[in-house]
């Protein structure tokens, strides 16, 4: 769909972390680097559960493309905020503004959705394991993935085809570090008031929905814990999904916080900072918190790590 600009606007000044003009440097470093632990951190899960049979399971297969989410989710964002950092211009154009928008609203919402598909996995293992690898084949793991991806599409298509075509009367800086819905709204010369309760009740929506799938499903999987006889087995069940758990807290939490809030109740700087915690920090806790929780991971990382030197 080809949309037209209604405005003499060609390109947006993200400001970014402009006024902490000292730190810039040192900013970008700290970015950098934890850019490439999260790189370096999602390949190394893609490579183990692609690599390894002993993790063939769902659960990794979900974890697979987690993993391959997250690279796609800080790609839309860091590389453009590292290169403004330490470069004077800091212009993107109109279509590349779109471009980042709908990319970066599509992983988003994949992401919630795929957590709960998770979720659900960890629902049927633990409170159905004799019939789970009935319920959970390959087919249905594959149906689940591919309705977590699409959800996206709808998502981001509506965000920008409705949001780009208000008219830009300038100015044309925006108070962010990437071309996020809220500040690029304020930089609309007209009535919104229609997309913004768009935008409120589609995020509430969207975060909602799946969080109370993931909710009632963790609340069957407790139940059926807390029926166990076995303190082991109750050990057992409990770790299986504690770095789910703790993913998704981070997860929705720092996206409840930087989207489903009053317009005014936050500060551009604050609003800045939950931002580059939910687009840039969290997604490089995850594959942390599931390589150093997961013995199965680390068992299977030595096994690799053992043949490729047994090799050479």
Known sequence: MMLVNQTAITEFILLGFSNLH????????????????????????????????????????????????????????????????????????FSGCMTQMFFFFFSGTVEYFLLAA???????????????????????????????WISGFPVGIVQIT??????????????????DSPPVLELVCTDSSLFEMYVLVATIIIIVIPFVLILVSYACILSTV?????????????????????????????????????????????RKLLSLSYAVIVPMLNPIIYSLRNNEMKQSLRRILRRKLYVF
């Open 226 to 270: 807390l029926k166990m006889r076995s303190a082991e087995g109750q050990r057992k069940a409990f770790s299986t999904c504690s770095s789910h758990l703790m993913v998704v807290t981070l997860f929705y939490g720092t996206g409840s916080l930087t989207y489903i809030r009053p317009k005014t109740s936050y500060s551009s700087d604050t």
């Open 162 to 179: 409705w949001l780009f075509t208000f008219p830009f009367c300038g100015p044309n800086e925006m108070n962010h570090f990437f071309c």
């Open 118 to 148: 998770m979720a659900y996995d960890r629902y049927v293992a633990i409170c159905n394991p004799l019939r789970y690898s009935v319920i959970m084949k390959r087919r249905v793991c594959i149906q689940l993935v591919l309705v977590s």
């Open 22 to 93: 000292q730190f810039q440097l040192l900013l970008f470093l700290v970015i950098l680097f934890i850019y490439t632990m999260n790189l370096l951190g999602n390949i190394l899960i893609i490579l183990i559960t692609t690599i390894d049979p002993a993790l063939s399971s769902p659960m990794y297969f979900f974890l697979c493309n987690l993993s391959f989410l997250e690279v796609c989710f800080t790609l839309v964002v860091v590389p453009k905020l590292l290169v403004n950092l330490i470069s004077k211009n800091k212009a993107i154009s």
